[in-house]
T-cell receptor
């Protein structure tokens, strides 16, 4: 199946730093999603984006739907230890079939 | 209220054995999804149900994989004659509505190891 490319693959940052990660696809999507997955758990939705160019925030998280509809970005400001986990992007055109990214592993050093 | 639950959480099977993985979605959720997540990868779509109807099974990797949701609630993913490449975490997700995108709520997954 198709998988979206995420970068970076992993990040090690100091607590309080800002984080940026992105996701690219060879196909266009009309909905982009960002999830966080903790070990032994399923992914949890962070932000959903429905319109090209849209910028949406959820607390310290901000995500953007790229204008080409082939990419999306997630920023985390003032990172804290509980931000540790794996972040996945996902795209869909049907609302039923979702394509997930390869994941960005985030480690926050206190 | 309870979230999505899956059982068993861990399953070890010998190559060639059949396995059955269970998903209990959130009560009242119409849509149910199965995903396969290999180690170090993102989830890959397997199949989608709307109530008891399996509307999309395009992600099932072979005819050894079979999913059902006979009463529109609990779902079972069955893998026949398991192979080592079937080793993965199998995630189930449910969403309230049907049709266009509704937020998916994921279960914790079943980790399948085929020896």
């Amino acid at each position: 199946g198709q998988q979206l490319n995420q970068s970076p693959q992993s990040m090690f940052i100091q607590e309080g730093e800002d984080v940026s990660m992105n996701c690219t696809s060879s196909s266009i999507f009309n909905t982009w999603l960002w999830y966080k997955q903790d070990p032994g758990e399923g992914p949890v939705l962070l932000i959903a984006l429905y319109k090209a160019g849209e910028l949406t925030s959820n607390g310290r998280l901000t995500a953007q739907f790229g204008i080409t509809r082939k990419d999306s970005f997630l920023n985390i400001s003032a990172s804290i230890p509980s931000d540790v986990g794996i972040y996945f992007c996902a795209g869909t055109n049907t609302g039923n079939q979702f394509y997930f990214g390869t994941g960005t592993s985030l480690t926050v050093i206190p | 209220g309870a979230g999505v639950s899956q059982s068993p959480r861990y399953k070890v099977a010998k190559r060639g054995q059949d396995v059955a993985l269970r998903c209990d979605p959130i009560s009242g959720h119409v849509s149910l999804f199965w995903y396969q997540q290999a180690l170090g990868q993102g989830p890959e779509f397997l199949t989608y149900f709307q109530n008891e109807a399996q509307l999309d099974k395009s992600g099932l990797p072979s005819d050894r994989f079979f999913a059902e949701r006979p009463e529109g609630s609990v779902s079972t993913l069955k893998i026949q004659r398991t192979q080592q490449e079937d080793s993965a975490v199998y995630l189930c997700a449910s969403s309230l509505g049907a049709g266009w995108y509704n937020e998916q709520f994921f279960g914790p997954g079943t980790r399948l190891t085929v020896l």
